[in-house]
């Protein structure tokens, strides 16, 4: 079981760090045995890219529900409040699909996105 540094954001995800220590069953230099042990963990105050991501699209929802408002009080708008809920119905699908990936790749603990 080899030692790496752990890197844990504000929302609780983390990721695996720069390599720290190796341990006793591998004796070759530059080698690692493929077990990852935390060395020691690092808070940062920052989000996930997934998080980031998610945070960013709820920001285009809002903007998209706000023309809708808009153009409902206009008038006369109906092609686009239906391209405006359209795009809504494709952020949020969006969106589940990056808490789905954040979700399951969370209980892979050595997984792919475990690295930097």
Do not use: P
């Amino acid at each position: 079981m080899c030692f790496y540094e752990q890197i844990v954001n504000t929302c609780g995800d983390w990721k695996w760090g720069n390599f720290k220590a190796h341990c006793s069953k591998e004796y070759r230099t530059g080698e690692t045995c493929g077990m990852k042990m935390v060395f020691e963990s690092y808070h940062v105050q920052e989000h996930c890219k997934y998080c980031v991501k998610i945070q960013t699209k709820y920001g285009r929802i809002a903007k998209e529900e706000d023309r809708i408002k808009r153009w409902r009080a206009e008038g006369n708008r109906r092609a686009s409040i239906d391209a405006s809920q359209n795009a809504i119905a494709e952020l949020e699908r969006e969106i589940w699909e990056l808490n789905s990936k954040r979700s399951s790749q969370t209980h892979n603990i050595g997984g792919s996105r475990r690295e930097r």
